[in-house]
């Protein structure tokens, strides 16, 4: 934060981790130097970023990390109670997020669909989760100061504060909702999805189904766009609103002198502490909405619209489970009732 200071920016846009590119491919027919995607002099230069190496760590995490609850989540076998005991408070906590995340965001919403798909929706928030928490943590800041090279002040940061990656979750959820809708619908229930109207209300009628055929299709893609967006903008803004505060000692410094800097430093760090704990909540907050709203996008083309009855009907709730008794533990296909 001190060297990205003067200029904010710089403490939230990607940086390189060597000097030299990896690979360089032709790209000529791109443009000779569009350095947005990484183009300069007509090639494609491959570089390891802060970015890219912290998406690396937040996946192998998840994986190591549920690896390790997995082998301590009771599964009813063994002997006593304590087979059913989960062990541990750490693995208590992620028990209690999954079963949070399947049955208040993805049951209410896929029913029966919930268990088969809820291992997508479990990784997707987990990864962005532990993604957006490892971008709080100055990793660069702690390495610079334990080895005294500069040249770590830019490992770490907000792997989701990257639009390479939001994009990238946001084209995986774009797949998803198009497969899942799919495979559960068929292929032709699926896109007529799209034409609220049909296509049988005769020629007058065409130019409009078309119209919005085209317009529902836009909608999706317009819905998964602004997933990326919506995580980018609000991971980077906490980024660059934290290194404008620590900024103003500096200003202050050029202003006033040391006095000036130490007299400013006080309140800034004040501020920069409960930033950091509202960038925390944040980094929860966002992870949640964009599982939740990518369980909607699935919801709204993968469920049946008609209404289950065992939803609705308590008589049919008790028919239901007298007949098989082990529906009335299964809350994704119940879901409220229960």
Known sequence: MFLAAHSP???AVPHALHSEPLFRLPASFIGEDVPALGIRDGYYEFFITNHLM???VAGLLVILTFAWVGRRVGTGTGKGLERFQTKGRISQLFETMCAFIRDEVAAPNLHGLTDKYIYYIWSIFFFILFANVLGVI??????????????YSHWGGSATGNLSLTGVMAVLSFIAILYIGIK???AKAFFNHFNPLG???GVAMLPISLLLYVLEWLSLLVKCFVLAMRLFGTMMAGHLVLAAFIGLIFTAKEAIGDGGAWAVSIPVMLVATALTLLELFVCFLQAFIFTFLTVLFIAATAVHEHDDELDHDPDALTDAAQMDPDKIFDPGRLGPAV
């Open 54 to 56: 912290m998406s690396a």
């Open 199 to 201: 296509w049988d209300q």
């Open 184 to 186: 559960e619908t068929g």
């Open 9 to 11: 920016l710089e403490h």
């Open 138 to 151: 100055p990793f660069g800041a702690m390495l610079q100061l334990i080895t005294g090279d500069t040249h």
